[in-house]
C-alpha cells in the first residue's frame, strides 16, 4: 500500500458555495487540486470566476475538464430551448443537470486515485438549496461507499471521504464563514444565467438564493448584477 498524501480534490464551479468549500479545504492544510468543467452549461463566466477564485486562494493545480453534457440536455442549463425561471417551482426545478454531482464526482475520484488523495471536497448544501437529489446527505454517504469499493486506492485500505463541510450550513453561515476565511466573494459567479462580463441577472433560483444569504448575514453583497450593476 503506497503512503497516504495530503492532497485533496476540490471541486469548484466559480460559485459562492465552491469557492467556500475551497477556502474551508485549504485552512484545513490540504495541498488543494481543483476540479471544474466545462459542461456546456449556460453561463461560461463561471469558469473565468472559478480560475479567478483558485489563483486567489494559490492552490497547487487548477484544472478544467470538457465534457458534453449539452449533448443529452433535458435541462435550463445545458438546453437553450428550455428557459431558466424567474419564479420559485415546486418539486426539482429545470435547472437540475441529470447525474450532474455523480459524473463530476466519478472524475473527480479518478484524479484522486492518482494523486493518492484521500478527500474530495464538495460544496453542496441541503439547506438552503435549489432542492437537487444530488445535493443530500444520504447521495454522498452512498457515493462514498460506493468510491470506497470501486477504487484500487478504497481496496488497498486507503480510505476516501467526501467532505461537505456546507452540508449543514445556512447560505448565510456560509457566507460569513468564507468571509472569516477571506474568499472574495466579488470573483464568484452564482448566476445560471450570468452575462459575458459575469453580471447576475437577479431572478433565477441561484441569484434568489445569494442575494437572501447575503442580507440574512448581513454582509454587503458584491455582486454585479445586469440591472444597475
Not at 492552490?59 to 438546453?79: I, M, N, P, Q, Y
Not at 452564482?190 to 445569494?210: F, N
Amino acid at each position: 500500500m503506497s503512503t497516504p498524501s495530503n492532497n485533496a480534490v476540490v471541486l469548484l464551479s466559480g460559485g459562492l458555495d465552491s469557492a467556500t468549500a475551497l477556502a474551508m479545504a485549504v485552512e484545513r492544510g490540504f495541498n488543494c487540486y481543483v476540479l471544474s468543467f466545462d459542461y456546456g452549461q449556460r453561463s461560461q463566466t463561471e469558469l473565468i470566476a472559478a480560475k479567478k477564485v483558485a489563483e486567489d486562494l494559490k492552490v497547487k493545480e487548477h484544472r478544467v475538464v470538457r465534457l458534453h453534457l449539452e449533448d443529452f440536455g433535458g435541462s435550463a442549463l445545458t438546453d437553450n430551448s428550455i428557459d431558466v425561471p424567474d419564479h420559485e417551482e415546486e418539486g426539482i426545478p429545470v435547472t437540475y443537470v441529470p447525474a450532474r454531482n455523480t459524473v463530476f464526482m466519478s472524475l473527480a475520484l479518478a484524479w484522486a486515485e492518482v494523486l493518492h488523495a484521500q478527500h474530495i471536497f464538495i460544496g453542496v448544501n441541503a439547506v438552503d438549496y435549489s432542492g437537487y437529489p444530488d445535493c443530500r446527505p444520504e447521495y454522498i454517504a452512498a457515493f462514498e461507499q460506493m468510491a470506497n469499493l470501486a477504487t484500487k486506492t478504497g481496496v488497498e485500505g486507503e480510505r476516501l471521504t467526501i467532505e461537505t463541510p456546507l452540508i449543514d450550513l445556512t447560505k448565510a453561515e456560509i457566507i460569513r464563514e468564507g468571509t472569516r476565511l477571506g474568499v472574495s466573494y466579488g470573483l464568484t459567479v452564482s448566476c445560471y444565467q450570468a452575462d459575458d462580463d459575469g453580471r447576475a441577472c437577479g431572478v433565477c433560483d441561484s441569484c434568489r438564493l445569494r442575494a437572501k444569504g447575503f442580507e440574512d448575514a448581513g454582509i454587503a453583497d458584491p455582486t454585479r448584477y445586469i440591472t444597475g450593476g
